[in-house]
């Protein structure tokens, strides 16, 4: 079964500070993604990874970046942190690029900045 | 532009009842993926279910069933004889060509079931 973990439940930071998300998948997936949750609004894809090195941005990059230097671990950085950051973190991978697989979904990253 | 429609923000039912959660969807591809998920309290999202366009057979897995008309776009979701542990955030997903195959969600549907 694949287990995709997110190192933190919950965060609390304050404006202005770096905030890492960490988030490893143990399945030898090719996709990661990294999306925000917020009520109302659903899921918005921030940035994604289809391989080692590579990133894209998706819907809503400003404030992001992202980091993959080993195939299982997808990391979120927040450059400066606001607080219309404060949101659900979510991770997820799947297999292959073009397969239509599902996502399998972390426990999520509840963050708060205050 | 593809988009997923989940009118309804929030459904409450007494345990036992059957619900039906509705999904409508908006593509310019002829081959897409629709996809439901469910999120518990424990806040991961698990998948339930994946159809693609050109599969309109209805699917029945349990107490979960899916209804996919592509006439009306909708991929309508129901649980029949509800029970406490359905209380969940349900998201409808679309994926296909249009979007370079990642997934666009719906905003989601919160349903609690009350015993």
Redesign the interface.
Same mark, same amino acid.
């Given at each position: 079964d694949v287990k995709v973990t997110q190192s933190s439940r919950y965060l609390v930071k304050r404006t202005g500070e770096k905030v890492f998300l960490e988030c490893v998948q143990d399945m030898d997936h090719e996709n990661m993604f990294w999306y925000r949750q917020d009520p109302g609004l659903g899921l918005r894809l921030i940035y994604f990874s289809y391989d080692v090195k590579m990133k894209e941005k998706g819907d809503i990059p400003e404030g992001y970046s992202v980091s993959r230097e080993k195939k299982e671990r997808f990391s979120l950085i927040l450059e400066s942190a606001s607080t219309n950051q404060t949101s659900m973190y979510l991770c997820a991978s799947s297999l292959i690029r073009e397969d239509n697989s599902p996502l399998h979904f972390g426990n999520g990253t509840r963050l708060t900045v205050t | 532009a593809q988009k997923?429609t989940?009118a309804q923000?929030e459904i409450s039912v007494v345990e036992k009842e059957d619900v039906t959660l509705d999904c409508v969807y908006e593509t310019r591809d002829t081959t897409y993926?629709l996809?439901w998920?469910k999120q518990p309290p424990? *806040?991961?999202?698990?998948?339930l279910i994946?159809r693609?366009s050109f599969d309109e057979q209805n699917e029945i897995s349990g107490r979960y069933s899916w209804n996919f008309q592509k006439s009306t776009s909708s991929f309508n979701f129901t649980i029949t004889a509800s029970q406490v542990v359905d209380s969940a955030v349900y998201?409808c997903a679309l994926?296909g060509m249009e979007y370079g195959?990642?997934?666009v969600?719906?905003? *989601?549907t919160i349903l609690r079931v009350k015993s």
């Open positions: - | 997923v989940q923000t993926y996809f998920y424990s *806040g991961e999202l698990v998948f994946r693609n998201f994926s195959n990642k997934l969600f719906g905003a *989601g």
